[in-house]
């Protein structure tokens, strides 16, 4: 096995602008309490052993640097290889959730690829919620001769988010179209190519700098050849606000996530050093995930408590996702809701949404006061 080296692109936007995708970068995405979307992509590539990993930045990249800082909770805080920040370009970041490969971030930062020449590079989008062991994908890489291998896997469900391909008998493929539908062959936003043949790419895609790498490659099929790698594991692409409420809800079942979360494989994130969550007298929590630091004294049921939420006596939380640093009032009732950071919900509010049309607390930019979080 040659070397191998991790690329994490992340300057692209949801889907669907809200408020709370229209603050942080869709791969910042906080996910189930503790995590965040970018999480998944990075833990696939330091659990395959990469230690080095270059991270394309999106212009407004504050929440993902605060997250990742050195890389130290991946193990690639190193002296040598490690964590490298790289720019991506304003341009980029107008782009939707369909251009996750834009040919002018790779250009823009081909001196990463030119020190990597004798790697193999895997390379990722930072929106699909999966778990999986990329050593196999890179040894059948090596072993089939093509230019690139691609992570597939049937789609269960249609989204604008993903691309999907139509691949022929022996595993090549032949096109590719924007969106999924059930049943399609769905392209997990992975792909292996050597570096050396990512640097021909480059330059013979040059001219196209402006285009998404699989779209240069469709308009000259004949040069490139791809092939398509099968995961059978459960992935879950989040391109939009209510994408993340469908799954998080999903993933409330423990069968489903415990297919999701491996400890082989484990999914790292930002070390917080919390005390556990505390559930006073009377509490009463169903189908319920309860980050660290939460204190819950009220009603929560069917929903996600992000860290160091306070939900007081009397207050009910249904069907709802709380982010963190949030207190939920006395007597206050939330029902598909989603509360951003920050968030005071004062006493006796009523906040109600819908599965379809969810009602929505936008991020305040000051945290409420260590007094606040005591009732």
């Known amino acids: 096995m040659k070397h191998i080296v991790g690329l994490l692109t992340t300057n692209y936007l949801s889907t669907s602008q809200s408020e709370i995708t229209s603050r942080r970068p869709l791969a910042a995405l906080p996910v189930l309490g503790r995590y965040r979307m970018l999480d998944f992509a990075l833990s696939n590539m330091v659990n395959a052993g990469i ?19 050195s890389g130290k909770d991946w193990a690639l805080d190193r002296k ?16 939707r959730g369909d251009g996750r490969f834009l040919l002018r971030d790779f250009l823009d930062n081909r001196a990463f690829l030119d020190r990597e020449r004798d790697s193999y590079v895997v390379v990722s989008g930072g929106s699909i919620i999966y778990n999986m062991d990329y050593l196999p994908l890179v040894e059948e ?4 001769g093509a230019d690139i291998t691609v992570v597939t896997k049937p789609a269960t469900m249609e989204t604008s988010g993903l691309i999907s391909f139509s691949i022929s008998e022996d595993g090549c493929v032949k096109d590719y179209k924007k969106g999924t539908k059930p049943g399609d062959t769905a392209f997990l936003d992975t792909f292996v190519v050597s570096a050396e043949k990512f640097l021909e790419l480059l330059d013979l895609y040059q001219a196209l700098d402006h285009l998404d790498l699989f779209e240069a490659i469709a308009s000259e ?30 993933l409330l079942n423990p069968e489903l996530s415990g297919l999701l979360f491996d400890w082989a494989r484990p999914i790292h994130t930002k070390a917080h050093d ?69 968030n005071i919900i004062p006493e006796k509010t009523e906040l109600k949404g819908t599965r379809e049309h969810l009602a929505i607390k936008e991020k305040q930019m000051r945290p409420p006061k260590a007094s606040e979080f005591v009732f």
Do not use: W
């Open 274 to 342: 919390n005390p556990s969550a505390k559930y006073e007298p009377g509490a009463k929590t169903s189908y319920a995930m309860v980050s660290g630091g939460s204190i819950v004294a009220g009603t929560v049921e069917n929903s996600i408590l992000g860290r160091h939420v306070v939900v007081e006596p009397g207050a009910v939380v249904k069907n709802s996702i709380i982010f963190e640093n949030c207190i939920v009032k006395k007597g206050a009732k939330l029902d598909h809701v989603i509360v951003d950071k920050n």
């Open 221 to 250: 099929k004949t040069l490139v050849s791809v092939q398509a790698f099968e995961y059978d594991g459960p992935a879950f692409p989040v391109f939009s606000l209510q994408e993340l409420y469908s799954i998080s809800m999903a």
């Open 141 to 144: 890489h090596i072993k089939s």
């Open 51 to 69: 230690k080095t990993v270059g991270m394309i930045l999106p212009l407004n990249y504050r929440s993902i640097v605060d997250h990742v800082k």
């Open 80 to 95: 040598h290889a490690g964590l490298f920040y790289l720019p991506g370009t304003p341009y980029g970041l107008a782009r």
